[in-house]
Protein backbone atom coordinates (compact mmCIF):
# COMPACT_ATOMS: atom_id res chain seq x y z
CA UNK A 1 0.00 0.00 0.00
CA UNK A 2 1.21 3.26 -0.54
CA UNK A 3 0.80 6.30 1.99
CA UNK A 4 -1.20 9.35 0.85
CA UNK A 5 1.43 12.18 0.66
CA UNK A 6 0.31 15.07 3.65
CA UNK A 7 -1.36 18.30 1.06
CA UNK A 8 0.87 21.19 1.41
CA UNK A 9 -0.96 24.67 2.16
CA UNK A 10 -1.50 26.07 -1.49
CA UNK A 11 0.92 29.44 -1.32
CA UNK A 12 -0.53 32.95 -0.82
CA UNK A 13 -1.09 34.76 -3.98
CA UNK A 14 -1.32 38.28 -3.12
CA UNK A 15 -2.46 40.46 -6.39
CA UNK A 16 -0.33 44.08 -6.72
CA UNK A 17 -3.21 46.02 -6.93
CA UNK A 18 -4.41 44.00 -3.39
CA UNK A 19 -1.21 44.94 -1.72
CA UNK A 20 -1.51 48.41 -2.58
CA UNK A 21 -5.06 48.99 -1.53
CA UNK A 22 -4.28 47.46 1.76
CA UNK A 23 -1.28 49.36 2.33
CA UNK A 24 -3.32 52.96 1.81
CA UNK A 25 -5.85 51.67 4.20
CA UNK A 26 -3.73 50.81 6.34
CA UNK A 27 -1.68 53.83 6.20
CA UNK A 28 -4.87 56.32 6.51
CA UNK A 29 -5.93 53.89 9.60
CA UNK A 30 -2.77 54.64 11.62
CA UNK A 31 -2.95 58.26 10.24
CA UNK A 32 -6.62 58.78 11.31
CA UNK A 33 -5.17 57.32 15.10
CA UNK A 34 -8.44 54.34 14.71
CA UNK A 35 -7.81 50.54 15.53
CA UNK A 36 -8.49 47.51 13.45
CA UNK A 37 -11.74 46.68 15.74
CA UNK A 38 -12.79 50.37 15.38
CA UNK A 39 -12.34 50.70 11.77
CA UNK A 40 -13.98 47.48 11.24
CA UNK A 41 -17.09 48.20 13.18
CA UNK A 42 -17.68 51.69 11.71
CA UNK A 43 -17.33 50.45 8.27
CA UNK A 44 -19.59 46.95 8.56
CA UNK A 45 -16.84 44.51 8.12
CA UNK A 46 -15.42 42.25 10.27
CA UNK A 47 -11.87 42.43 12.65
CA UNK A 48 -10.41 39.62 10.10
CA UNK A 49 -11.91 41.32 6.42
CA UNK A 50 -9.94 44.40 7.48
CA UNK A 51 -6.98 42.42 8.35
CA UNK A 52 -6.91 40.37 5.30
CA UNK A 53 -7.53 43.86 3.59
CA UNK A 54 -4.76 45.83 5.09
CA UNK A 55 -2.21 42.62 4.31
CA UNK A 56 -3.34 42.69 0.82
CA UNK A 57 -4.46 39.13 0.90
CA UNK A 58 -8.27 39.97 -0.74
CA UNK A 59 -9.38 42.38 -3.15
CA UNK A 60 -11.86 44.43 -1.39
CA UNK A 61 -15.11 44.89 -3.73
CA UNK A 62 -15.97 48.66 -4.07
CA UNK A 63 -18.62 48.42 -1.75
CA UNK A 64 -16.38 47.35 0.76
CA UNK A 65 -13.82 50.03 0.06
CA UNK A 66 -16.90 52.51 -0.23
CA UNK A 67 -17.45 51.59 3.76
CA UNK A 68 -14.21 51.96 4.62
CA UNK A 69 -13.72 55.35 2.98
CA UNK A 70 -16.90 56.71 5.36
CA UNK A 71 -15.22 54.89 8.40
CA UNK A 72 -12.11 56.62 7.58
CA UNK A 73 -13.88 59.90 6.54
CA UNK A 74 -11.91 60.39 3.25
CA UNK A 75 -12.91 59.77 -0.42
CA UNK A 76 -12.75 56.11 -1.62
CA UNK A 77 -9.92 57.53 -4.62
CA UNK A 78 -7.49 57.73 -1.37
CA UNK A 79 -7.55 54.25 -1.46
CA UNK A 80 -5.81 54.13 -4.94
CA UNK A 81 -3.27 57.14 -4.57
CA UNK A 82 0.49 55.84 -5.07
CA UNK A 83 2.47 57.07 -1.69
CA UNK A 84 5.92 56.81 -3.70
CA UNK A 85 4.66 59.40 -6.27
CA UNK A 86 3.95 61.90 -4.09
CA UNK A 87 5.63 65.28 -4.44
CA UNK A 88 4.85 66.62 -1.06
CA UNK A 89 8.11 68.39 0.07
CA UNK A 90 8.70 71.78 1.87
CA UNK A 91 12.57 73.53 2.07
CA UNK A 92 12.08 76.63 4.25
CA UNK A 93 15.42 78.48 4.21
CA UNK A 94 16.74 80.37 7.83
CA UNK A 95 14.71 83.46 7.87
CA UNK A 96 12.83 82.56 4.96
CA UNK A 97 9.21 81.47 6.51
CA UNK A 98 6.05 83.18 5.64
CA UNK A 99 4.84 85.77 8.20
CA UNK A 100 1.38 85.07 8.83
CA UNK A 101 -0.93 87.51 10.45
CA UNK A 102 -3.45 84.72 12.12
CA UNK A 103 -6.87 85.52 13.01
CA UNK A 104 -7.51 86.08 16.71
CA UNK A 105 -3.60 86.69 17.19
CA UNK A 106 -2.53 88.02 20.19
CA UNK A 107 -0.88 91.74 19.82
CA UNK A 108 3.10 90.98 19.52
CA UNK A 109 3.20 87.62 19.15
CA UNK A 110 5.16 86.85 15.49
CA UNK A 111 4.21 84.04 13.34
CA UNK A 112 6.71 82.70 10.80
CA UNK A 113 4.93 79.75 8.79
CA UNK A 114 8.43 77.09 8.30
CA UNK A 115 6.37 75.00 5.84
CA UNK A 116 2.55 73.52 3.99
CA UNK A 117 2.23 70.38 2.84
CA UNK A 118 -1.03 69.71 0.82
CA UNK A 119 -1.90 66.04 0.39
CA UNK A 120 -2.76 63.54 3.43
CA UNK A 121 -5.47 63.85 5.99
CA UNK A 122 -3.10 65.09 8.73
CA UNK A 123 -2.91 68.98 8.69
CA UNK A 124 0.36 70.00 10.29
CA UNK A 125 1.33 73.83 10.94
CA UNK A 126 4.65 74.71 11.99
CA UNK A 127 5.56 78.18 13.53
CA UNK A 128 8.50 79.99 14.93
CA UNK A 129 7.02 82.43 17.37
CA UNK A 130 8.78 85.18 18.94
CA UNK A 131 7.50 87.32 21.34
CA UNK A 132 8.04 91.33 20.32
CA UNK A 133 9.23 93.87 22.83
CA UNK A 134 5.66 94.36 23.77
CA UNK A 135 4.34 91.39 24.13
CA UNK A 136 2.26 90.47 27.47
CA UNK A 137 1.50 86.91 28.90
CA UNK A 138 -1.54 85.01 27.35
CA UNK A 139 -3.26 81.86 28.73
CA UNK A 140 -6.56 81.68 26.66
CA UNK A 141 -4.83 79.34 23.94
CA UNK A 142 -7.76 77.19 22.82
CA UNK A 143 -7.96 75.09 19.48
CA UNK A 144 -8.64 71.69 17.97
CA UNK A 145 -5.29 69.24 17.47
CA UNK A 146 -2.08 68.21 19.02
CA UNK A 147 0.59 70.85 20.09
CA UNK A 148 4.25 70.65 20.42
CA UNK A 149 6.37 73.30 21.41
CA UNK A 150 10.15 73.66 21.74
CA UNK A 151 11.34 77.01 23.40
CA UNK A 152 14.71 78.75 21.90
CA UNK A 153 14.92 81.60 24.18
CA UNK A 154 13.85 83.06 27.01
CA UNK A 155 12.60 82.00 30.23
CA UNK A 156 8.51 81.79 31.10
CA UNK A 157 5.98 80.03 33.03
CA UNK A 158 3.32 78.50 30.70
CA UNK A 159 -0.33 77.65 32.02
CA UNK A 160 -2.14 74.31 30.81
CA UNK A 161 -5.86 73.96 32.03
CA UNK A 162 -4.76 74.10 36.05
CA UNK A 163 -1.21 73.34 35.98
CA UNK A 164 1.80 75.92 35.64
CA UNK A 165 5.59 74.92 34.69
CA UNK A 166 8.62 77.32 34.36
CA UNK A 167 10.29 76.07 31.16
CA UNK A 168 13.43 77.32 28.99
CA UNK A 169 15.74 77.26 26.27
CA UNK A 170 15.88 73.83 25.49
CA UNK A 171 12.83 72.61 27.48
CA UNK A 172 9.17 70.85 25.27
CA UNK A 173 6.08 70.63 26.26
CA UNK A 174 3.23 68.20 24.01
CA UNK A 175 -0.48 68.41 24.99
CA UNK A 176 -4.00 68.42 23.50
CA UNK A 177 -4.83 72.10 22.43
CA UNK A 178 -8.49 72.35 23.13
CA UNK A 179 -7.74 72.79 26.75
CA UNK A 180 -6.42 76.51 27.29
CA UNK A 181 -2.42 77.18 27.76
CA UNK A 182 -0.75 79.61 26.88
CA UNK A 183 2.17 82.02 28.79
CA UNK A 184 1.14 83.03 32.27
CA UNK A 185 4.29 84.62 33.47
CA UNK A 186 7.51 86.01 30.95
CA UNK A 187 10.39 86.25 33.06
CA UNK A 188 13.24 86.95 30.44
CA UNK A 189 13.29 87.61 27.02
CA UNK A 190 13.62 87.85 24.32
CA UNK A 191 11.33 84.67 24.17
CA UNK A 192 11.34 82.63 20.38
CA UNK A 193 9.71 78.89 20.45
CA UNK A 194 8.58 76.35 17.61
CA UNK A 195 5.16 75.37 17.67
CA UNK A 196 3.71 72.92 15.75
CA UNK A 197 0.50 71.71 15.72
CA UNK A 198 -1.44 68.71 14.21
CA UNK A 199 -4.96 68.38 13.06
CA UNK A 200 -6.93 65.72 11.25
CA UNK A 201 -8.20 67.19 7.93
CA UNK A 202 -12.19 67.56 7.74
Do not use: W
Request: with cysteine.
Amino acid sequence: MTRARARQPAPVVRSLSAARIGVQVRALRMAAGVSGGTLAQASGISPSMLSRIERGLVSPSVETLERLAQGLHVPTSRFFSDQARRTDFCHVRAGRGVLVDRIGAVADYRYELLGHLLSGNLFVEPYLVTLLPGADPYVTFQHPGLKFLYFLSGEVSYRYAGKTVEVGAGDSLLFDATALHGIDTIHSGPVSYLSVVFTLRE
